[in-house]
């Protein structure tokens, strides 16, 4: 894992490679300003790129969305969100 912190010591990203059938880069970031965080595409963009030189191949982009974060997205977001899986208890848990 790798961890990066904003310059104003208020945000964590944290960055894994992972392999399942493809190389992807895992994104933990738990906050919801996902698309207006100065800095936080261009830093998983980097973490992308140094992970496609280590494995010689593109490899995807992984991050785990919660609900409030989902609601957050503009209607044009660029993600594929398909249903999600619970680790325990029922989706109404998550509204």
């Known amino acids: 894992m790798v961890f990066f912190?904003?310059?104003?010591?208020?945000?964590?990203?944290i960055t894994k490679q992972d392999?399942?059938?493809?190389?992807y880069l895992h994104v933990i970031y738990s906050w919801d300003?996902?698309?207006?965080?100065?800095?936080l595409w261009e830093?998983?963009?980097?973490?992308?790129l140094e992970l496609s030189i280590k494995v010689k191949t593109n490899p995807s982009i992984w991050i785990d969305l919660s609900?409030?974060?989902v609601q957050s997205l503009p209607n044009n977001h660029p993600f594929e969100l398909p249903s999600p899986w619970l680790l325990y208890?029922?989706?109404q848990a998550l509204t």
């Open 43 to 48: 830093t998983i963009s980097m973490a992308q």
């Open 67 to 69: 609900a409030v974060q």
């Open 33 to 39: 300003d996902l698309l207006s965080q100065p800095g």
């Open 5 to 13: 912190e904003n310059p104003q010591q208020d945000r964590v990203l």
């Open 89 to 91: 208890g029922t989706e």
């Open 19 to 23: 392999y399942k059938r493809e190389y």
